[in-house]
């Protein structure tokens, strides 16, 4: 048995689509302490985390590991204009495999979909190391990489002990952002060894767009030429983002 009251329908719809910028398909592993999942995009260049624990819930009932799959664009549908003020009832039928979803605001509405046969395996965490990690606000990351994103293809983020440099080069073009230790953008700075990687933006803004319209704070952890770490932390639940970096050949 499963059913649980998601308090912020938008917030639901803005998770599904932050998962939907790797994957068109998710399996969802609920528990009795909420619902996690873990995600490959299909290249396997990077990868999304979500740790949803059942404290969030306005009413949350789970009695034995249920794992589902579920069609990410579909139940994007049919949220699109969900509300912040409605509220989502969610129940999966184990009988029949189906997922029912209730929002209830002005107007009442009641969906019932079927879901997927699910996986065997789940995506392995990542086991890293970072010798940086710069908490900033999401609007600024946002900006920078917007910005940047008009330049180039890829990007180069760059942290030291007192700034955190994104910079972005085409064969015509360059441009440099830089937020300095202290700034109201940057709220922490942590440089245990000067670090510098390049991203592929078409994954790495999508990543910062889906994120920025669910927290306020993105932290991103990374080492030289090494994957980074991009975590939102919302109210009611825990985004990361990894992202494999972008090795230059000569």
């Known amino acids: 048995m499963f059913k649980a009251i998601v308090s912020d329908a938008k917030l639901l719809r803005n998770i599904l689509a932050a998962v939907s910028t790797l994957v068109e398909e998710v399996d969802l592993n609920m528990n009795e302490e909420g619902i996690s999942l873990k995600a490959l995009d299909p290249s396997h260049v990077a990868m999304v985390s979500l740790n949803w624990p059942k404290q969030s819930f306005e009413k949350y009932e789970c009695d034995k590991l249920t794992k589902i799959r579920i069609n990410l664009s579909n139940m994007e549908k049919l949220l699109k204009k969900a509300k912040s003020d409605e509220n989502v009832e969610i129940d999966y039928d184990e009988a029949s495999r189906k997922l029912t979803m209730i929002l209830k605001g002005k107007i009442t509405k ?141």
């Open 110 to 250: 009641k969906f019932v979909v079927p879901t997927l046969e699910a996986g065997e395996e789940e995506a392995p965490s990542p086991k890293l190391t970072f010798n940086a990690k710069v908490k900033i606000l999401s609007s600024s990351l946002k900006e920078m990489i917007d910005d940047a994103e008009a330049i180039a293809d890829n990007v180069t983020l760059e942290a030291t002990q007192e700034k955190f440099i994104v910079n972005a080069t085409s064969e015509l073009s360059n441009a440099t952002f830089e937020v300095e230790k202290g700034s109201e953008a940057l709220l922490e700075l942590e440089v245990k060894e000067p670090s510098k990687a390049t991203f592929n933006l078409n994954f790495l803004a999508e990543m910062v767009k889906a994120g920025a319209s669910t927290s306020e704070i993105a932290t991103l952890e990374f080492s030289t030429n090494m994957p980074i770490k991009l975590e939102f932390n919302l109210i009611q639940a825990n985004l990361v983002y990894y992202l494999a970096p972008r090795i230059e050949t000569t």
